[in-house]
Nanobody
């Protein structure tokens, strides 16, 4: 079992920045690929970003490339999502998730453990 707790969400103006954190506990953190997903009201959950076990590989949705950066610190059992240049369309509930193995990052059904999420609101 892996427990995930997100933090760092909030209200920010267009063009602003936020850094989300996801603290993990339970199993060996470095065993897991970590992903970030988001869900806006009335929309389906969508992939945002992901990172491999030791941070050597990352992936991003086209909508956030060049603005968001995912990273992890396995000594702190934490994964981060640095969000710069925020836009109103980034407003959503953001979730981190953990998965073992697999060849892809973007399929939410491959992630076994999920956090409760944190709200990000970008005002125009």
């Amino acid at each position: 079992q892996v427990q995930l707790v997100e933090s760092g969400g909030g209200l920010v103006q267009t063009g602003g920045s936020l850094r989300l954190s996801c603290a993990a506990s339970g199993r060996t953190f470095s065993n897991y690929r970590m992903g970030w997903f988001r869900q806006a009201p009335g929309k389906e959950r969508e992939f945002v970003s992901a990172i491999s076990r030791f941070g050597l590989t990352t992936d991003y949705a086209d909508s956030v490339k060049g603005r968001f950066t995912v990273s992890r610190d396995n000594t702190k059992n934490t994964v981060y999502l640095q969000m710069n240049g925020l836009k109103p369309e980034d407003t959503a509930y953001y979730y981190c998730a953990a998965k073992l193995g697999g060849a892809t990052f973007a399929r939410d059904y491959e992630y076994k453990y999920w956090g409760q999420g944190t709200q990000v609101t970008v005002s125009s």
